[in-house]
């Protein structure tokens, strides 16, 4: 779709861009950018002070399918994607059956092309089955085209096995994702080892289960090198060592979610299950530590860890329910009312966050809107305000911590590879009202 975007304030950190922009897009990639280009024969979307931004880039997501379809699938994962402003997402290995080997993988890929919404990415799996024991089939996943390596969802316990599946990781050029857990910590826990938890009288998981597996894969990583990528950090003590490793040089990545960057272990109130998530939400003085490490650049990426669950797998007590929150559609209204209006991050800073720096880690075209790039942008419009509301989700999951929350920074237009799939929260595909491209303009 060759077009015009004008009015809009366009945020493009890596090229030194911040203010009004012009942007022509051509053959589906960004074809020019000034503060005016003057006539052109195409048309026009006038985006009247709007901000213009690269597209958000997941580098965590679950999108259950194959084989937990009713939790979500590829097409409602990449609905719930653009909904919330992401023009791409990396799709963990853990569905039924695990993508182990390229056959899984392919199936992915082309689901994703049917769905033609985001972009999805699969991250294969480390070990066959899951289960810890011999390594998947890296080297034929990454002939397939997977960004990454990770049995996400279970801790990789074996010291000699992820050795060396970091030096294949190391070879092939692609990131091992740590899951960090050490399961003989962390035993049956299901809520952090602080006050709340023991006043509800649940098993707890200590921090320590966190801090031990990645104290064990930064050294590892110190002895290979290549690319660790360390999942979900939630603890201070976590933070103590990611800063140590820093210093010391070692070469690594980490992310932190939405929901340890914004909550504690209040949030699970009365036991509620739609804040049940593994690592556990932790204490004020943890996410004080991880807001601490995402401004000084200690942890580089925020990922949702989007995981949907079917409403009533988590309409059942605590201890039965299953982990996780979902996120892609709350992700950045969250972060720019809860840390871009408070000042606690610059608008810069959160484009490196959640699209520069994934696309880095994966390898991956995107983080920024330079004449001859794909066409994949978010449009945000600050002052729009929403109310959190899981029936409004285009993900099959409704189980987020978030319900009934007041937040600004809605995003309003979603284009992927030059077309427009997200605009005013409808979603090409799935909404049988979504506008002709005339009725836009």
């Not at 390229?102 to 049917?114: G, H, L, N, P, T």
């Not at 074996?158 to 050490?182: K, T």
């Not at 993900?395 to 937040?407: A, C, D, H, I, Y």
Request: hydrophobic share 40%; with cysteine; charged share 20%.
């Amino acid at each position: 779709m060759d077009l015009l975007l004008k009015g809009g304030i366009l945020h493009d950190p890596v090229n030194g861009w911040e203010g009004p922009a012009e942007i022509l897009i051509k053959d589906d990639k960004i074809e020019a950018v000034s503060l005016s280009l003057g006539p052109v024969e195409v048309p026009v979307l006038e985006l009247k002070g709007k901000i213009v931004m690269p597209g958000l880039i997941d580098v965590h997501v679950h999108l259950r399918e194959p084989g937990q379809e009713s939790k979500e699938t590829i097409a409602t994962g990449c609905a719930a994607a653009v909904a919330g402003g992401f023009t791409a997402v990396a799709c963990m290995a853990n569905t039924d059956p695990p993508a182990d080997c390229k056959e899984i993988v392919s199936y992915i890929k082309e689901k994703s092309r049917a769905a033609d919404l985001a972009r999805v990415y699969p991250i294969g799996a480390l070990t066959r089955g899951l289960k810890g024991q011999k390594l998947a089939a890296m080297w034929e996943m990454a002939q397939e085209g997977v960004k990454g390596f990770s049995d996400d969802g279970r801790p990789l316990m074996n010291s000699m096995l992820m050795l060396r599946a970091l030096q294949f990781g190391l070879v092939l050029g692609l990131p091992v994702i740590s899951h960090c857990e050490d399961l003989f910590l962390s035993g049956n826990g299901v809520v952090h080892d602080g006050v709340h938890g023991y006043k509800l009288g649940l098993p707890v998981q200590p921090a320590v289960s966190e801090a031990a597996m990645i104290a064990r894969d930064i050294l590892l990583q110190q002895k290979v090198g290549g690319k660790l990528h360390l999942a979900h950090i939630s603890a201070r003590e976590s933070v103590a060592l990611l800063r140590w490793a820093k210093d010391a040089g070692i070469n690594f990545t980490s992310e932190v979610t939405p929901h340890h960057l914004l909550l504690t272990e209040e949030a699970v109130g009365c036991f509620d299950t739609d804040a049940k998530m593994n690592p556990p939400l932790r204490t004020s003085a943890d996410r004080e530590a991880l807001l601490e490490a995402l401004q000084e650049g200690i942890i580089e990426i925020i990922a949702t860890d989007h995981a949907p669950h079917h409403p009533q797998e988590k309409e059942t007590d605590f201890l039965s329910a299953p982990f996780g929150v979902v996120g892609l559609e709350t992700a950045f209204p969250l972060l720019w009312t809860k840390l871009i209006e408070k000042g606690a991050l610059s608008l810069s800073e959160l484009i490196e966050n959640l699209s520069t720096a994934p696309a880095n880690l994966l390898g991956v075209p995107g983080g920024n809107l330079a004449p001859g790039v794909p066409a994949d942008l978010v449009v945000i419009d600050p002052d729009k305000k929403h109310i959190v509301s899981r029936d409004n989700f285009y993900s099959r999951g409704q189980n987020t911590p978030f319900e009934g929350w007041k937040l600004s920074g809605t995003p309003v237009m979603t284009m992927v590879d030059g077309d427009i799939k997200m605009w005013k929260g409808k979603v090409k595909g799935f909404s049988h009202d979504f506008p002709e491209f005339e009725e836009m303009c």
